[in-house]
């Protein structure tokens, strides 16, 4: 189960402090610099031959990958300006994705989801932009940053030749991006649990499909704030955001409302889904219990009438019949078609 | 089930490339130019070929039938100076229904909703609507527009003298026109459901309800979209819709509306079928068990009286008597005549 | 169930053609001229000779009874300058109650509700209001407007003393009227059911209740928009409606909010009801099968013992035993009473 | 069940004819006037009468109790200059709780609620506020008055040293107040359905928790209204009501919210103690019917077995061997244990 | 369950008059006077001895612990002129948590949750925020504060040197905190629930999950209602609330925003455990009953044979025969075989 992160309890608000589920993962440093006709990627061990790499005409994309050192982070957030709130918040993994807009800088929090075999893996991922310079924080190695970090270096796409704000743009595109594929491989699930639903002995069905419930849920707590967040970005400062990033910034808009409608409608094919199994298991039951009572039912009157002829009374004038047997095999034959029909005509089995 | 259509992952953003579901269709160029006095339809390879039928004091309608072919599209699109991430919703058939304002021109998505059989099959089609000139990409061959078109062809109604934004409209109304379609087959399926919801051994009763309920989802994804597209478009510039269209998209928007509520009402409709055939399923069972029962019921004592008279202790005296035989017919007919007494008295069959 | 009904498909927007499931009425035409000072009620066959009947100082009502004759419509609404889609709405009884401004008239689709024995009847009633004339097109025969048109005639209540807004006032007021009518019926038919949710037995109360709710739902589907529509009223162009008027809207309004809570009263009602329903079947259920399981338990023991004495093994000294009859009885009765006290005990009957 | 209150159907809007469910009260008047400095309370049989005993230059409050006379009822209300439609109002006692302001006066229309032995009554209280003089009109004897009254005659607390609005801010304050106390009787009764939830004998639990969820219903259909009234108070003309009432004012909406909140969480308490109920009925059900199937389960097989040498086969060695006997009873005990052991060992009982 | 506190029934409204279900704890004084240099902490017996403490250059911070002594509680807040409403609300403990602003002061109610041992206690904190002075009544001992006092006391952190609104969030922002630990244990026991749902005969989950459900009911009633009031503060007098607090009083909001959406996921975990339980239980009967039907259609077929050769009728040639007990046992066994067979062909066990 998704554990509440807790704050620092009973430490003063703004404290630089890891606060998170996992063991921090070690802190390593990198920087690309790029402008339109050049870019690089160098990493360093410490804050300042880190900033030496800094390109001061084009634009600078620190990442910084592990959250386990707080003294660099607060070294490089600090030379940055950045609110001691903001550090706070860097440094604890339970946020919720937001965006917050500062004097000088914006500052968004969202989540990487990834499966790891069939676990969900949400990372946490935070971005501090402002003018001409990105930095991101992750809580742990692996991102989906590889795309673009290739465009970049290798001069390719829109990338090089616009502002940190399509930078800043094109992390949360390939955030969202990644979503995607969660959600393809849990629409893949579902498929599953389709033709799962029709097998009544299948114990582990309802677990399985709590589990993925679950996981729809944490989800949906990633994704809804994001598409709040992604909504009130054209009401920002027009200082961090170029106009021409409009229609960028819609489309991110646009793909995260589809992310979140898709989670919805899994709910609702999930709850569908559900709803066969119940009623497929019944139905199973049923006819089960069915044909089993119309077997014992078929028996107990003909069990009495045996029964009946294995009375020891002495005058049974019956037993002595020479064609009793026969006659009553016939009349219990007759009472068992009887009631086979009976049965089928009533639709019974 | 309907899979979640994935952005082109890892690819710079606005790229022009198809990505779909299924194959992409073979590309087709048509062409309708008309003003008041003439009209003429003719189609086309090239772009450049399509281009010289223009109408350049009249409306010009511009039909791309097909993705396939991706130069031809980036070369129209051009031409008019669209957007390449418009351009990539185009190629994209995994969009939103949504109606976008650029500086020179509108775009709108939609889908088109046909039935092939028994399978809903949703088409999306793009709009790009600028001054005197609308061009249409539509996913597949089929479409609703064969109406308009002859109207237009044969001097027909109002669409001859009116305005590109009408023929937009008159575009707009006939993929709201074919919903009614499958919305009629749809309640004509949900009426079948309600006769079949009383037969409790129909098996593939849930799996088509649900069925039907994952199609009233899409339709429901495709649909909300749209109509709050529409109820945003009295709203857009005065440079792409005159005045005199306001009435037409206001019933337009209403129609969407009713759409939308036609679906709400099926989807409570289904909700009290199933809840008739769980009721229904539950009573014949309770009925059918219990009447096994009963006869259980009734011949269990019974059995136990004829088994105590085929003991074999020497000394029983009631096996000598005379009319003991008798007397223990008697006895049980007695006995089941009492049960069943008790039991038609209290209301158990 | 209710269909769809679907507008004229492949036809051009705006055609005066009759759409509905049921057949057209034959139409009539009949017109009421009044002031402070006189009134009359005049009918005729065509609508020249309807019109010479107008109170050119006075306050007019024409009544359009049936939609048969599109001709007649199209002429009557030409001269009062009506928008073809407003006659379109006139003719398509499918239409969601709306009230549309125009230049010249305000323009109101609402739907009268009586119930026919046990049948809800719907009809479709228009209502074009424009200075000093109130048109009105009934579906069918039959409306709730007896009332109003005697105080009218018999120079009776304020309406003779009010300008034509209050005529519109009182028309919807009296169609507003008959939904509580209706909901009385419904009220009823609840407490009836609750009445019958007791009874296991009555298989036709489930296809009944859900029946009330798809009436509750087509109620729900009128009244909402009614509502809606009635809560745009104040904010419409003055030019239309007095500003004595107001207390008398806000009280429609009031009524309307008032039919709008009932009906979802109602929903929560049916809920309930259906829940008493479904414990009490299988509250009775579960007793019945107990106490039948309990007959049958209480035997089986039994039955095991007599089979016993019943073998026939050459060595059984019981059998030989003088009292080993009656002892046999006395252990069978004890065992029986003993399963009486433990299930008894036990609270299982 | 609540029957809805039907308007005057067929009536001219704005009659003094009263409206209700109950037999109208006999009407008999009272009249309190006071100022800082004096108070008095006279009872009267004529409305002249009745104003004889205003306080001109102090506050009056006028208690109109019963409303069969509706000659009364209207001289008063014209002397006040009283809209028609609010005459009417306070004449139906079908009305929704609201606020309305008129050009001289606010007119409120609320519900006073009690517990009479175990049936929750509904009494409606209507209240004309115009500058210094409240008008009361109550539907039947009993009210929830009899505090303020006495602080008013007896000199006390705030209400002789403040205006109109504070009285009329008293009168509602007691109504919300006597709201509290029904609640804590619906909130006993809650607490003695968690007691009687696990009781799967108790039939009347169901129908008695439906009562309860309809009261909750009337409940919510009383104070919703009311609460949304008194956040439109502060919105009123300030000619009504002055600056210092607004922490009043403030402080009774926040009482009204914390009645509607109070009722959502009853509600949610009656679904948790339906839940327990029904799996507590369900867990006993399933317990006593494995039970009652495991002793049939143990004893068929035994049955069989003594079957088996009861045949009277000619040639049956068993039959003829010293041991048979007693070696039978062993191999059934050691069946029977058998099967107890695979029960238990599989956890069954 | 959780009573309805009633007001003062009957009695003037703003009267001082100790309202809860709990009785009032003793009251004790304690001041905080501080400021960027110095800080102390004294407590005192009466009001004036303790106004002697404080700090009329710095900040002070009174505790009012207990509200058992009116008296001392009406001196304190007449001399610091605080509204006799304000007064109500502190002394009555079943007040919704809110946030007031009154001409010199700000007025806040909220509860601090914690769990001594099983249980869920809530006590009200009240806290008045004037001009460099804050006012906190609390309910009973025990108090989330004891981190801040030590700060305070011991110099720590930014406290010292921002002013009384600081001081004001950070006693707001320990009782957020709070919530996570409550949240934290309830999640683990919501973990235990999931363990538990597998376990049928575990007669006390439903009513234990009842028991959480009703906590997080419990719960909500008291962060909605703060969530709520801090999305006001920025709304409030910028004489209370410096600019630069801006950042925390989001960052506060933030935290009751996630403690809401952790308490609907938690909502939802429940409702799924609910679902596993439901599902395992009557998975499990399924399968006891369906096992121990089998054994009985077994053997009941059986039981009918040796009855038919316990029958004594004279003319039976097979009892004669030599083989016809072992055919007779071949037979049987061939049946139960086939039936074995036929219900494993089946997938019925």
Redesign the interface.
């Known amino acids: 189960?998704?554990?509440?992160e807790?704050?620092n309890?009973?430490?003063?608000?703004?404290s630089p402090i890891y606060v998170g589920e996992r063991d921090p993962t070690e802190t390593a440093l990198s920087i690309i610099g790029y402008d339109i006709s050049q870019a690089w990627l160098k990493s360093a061990d410490t804050v300042d031959e880190l900033l030496a790499h800094r390109n001061p005409s084009g634009i600078t994309w620190i990442n910084v990958n592990g959250l386990k050192d707080s003294a660099v982070i607060t070294r490089l957030t600090e030379l940055y300006g950045i609110?001691p709130?903001t550090v706070e918040?860097i440094l604890d993994t339970?946020?919720?994705p937001?965006v917050?807009e500062?004097d000088d800088y914006l500052f968004f929090i969202f989540k990487y989801l990834h499966l790891q075999g069939k676990e969900l893996i949400s990372e946490q991922i935070s971005m501090v932009f402002t003018k001409n310079t990105v930095i991101t924080f992750q809580e742990m190695a692996g991102d989906p940053f590889?795309?673009i970090r290739r465009?970049i270096l290798n001069n390719?796409?829109?990338?090089r030749k616009l502002g940190a704000d399509y930078l800043a743009y094109?992390i949360l595109?390939?955030v969202v991006?990644?979503y995607?594929?969660v959600?393809?491989e849990l629409?893949a699930r579902?498929?599953e649990f389709?033709d799962r639903a029709?097998d009544e002995?299948d114990?582990s069905f309802?677990?399985d499909i709590?589990r993925t419930?679950?996981e729809l849920?944490k989800i949906r707590?990633i994704v809804w704030p994001l598409r709040e967040s992604l909504s009130l970005l054209p009401q920002l400062s027009p200082a961090f955001i170029h106009e021409e990033l409009g229609?960028?910034i819609?489309?991110l808009h646009?793909?995260a409302?589809?992310v979140a409608?898709?989670l919805d409608?899994y709910r609702?094919?999930i709850a569908?889904?559900?709803?066969?199994n119940?009623?497929?298991?019944?139905?199973r039951?049923?006819q089960?219990?069915?044909v089993?009572?119309?077997?014992?039912?078929l028996?107990?009157?003909?069990?009495?009438i045996?029964?009946?002829?294995?009375?020891?009374?002495?005058?049974?004038p019956?037993?002595?019949?020479?064609?009793?047997?026969p006659i009553?095999w016939a009349v219990m034959i007759l009472i068992a078609l009887g009631m086979l029909i009976f049965f089928k005509h009533?639709?019974?089995f």
């Open positions: 189960m998704d554990k509440t807790r704050p309890l009973g430490i003063s608000p703004g609110h709130l918040d339970g946020q919720r937001k917050e500062f590889s795309g465009r390719g796409g829109r990338v094109g595109d390939s991006d990644a995607f594929l959600l393809d629409g579902i498929e389709e029709m002995k114990e309802m677990p709590q419930k679950q849920l707590r229609p960028f819609k489309d646009d793909n409302i589809q409608e898709t409608t609702e094919l569908g889904v559900m709803e066969v119940l009623s497929a298991v019944s139905n039951m049923n089960v219990m069915k089993l009572t119309i077997i014992s039912t028996f107990i009157p003909l069990t009495f045996v029964g009946v002829y294995g009375m020891n009374f002495v005058f049974m019956e037993l002595r019949h020479p064609y009793a047997y009553t009533r639709h019974w």
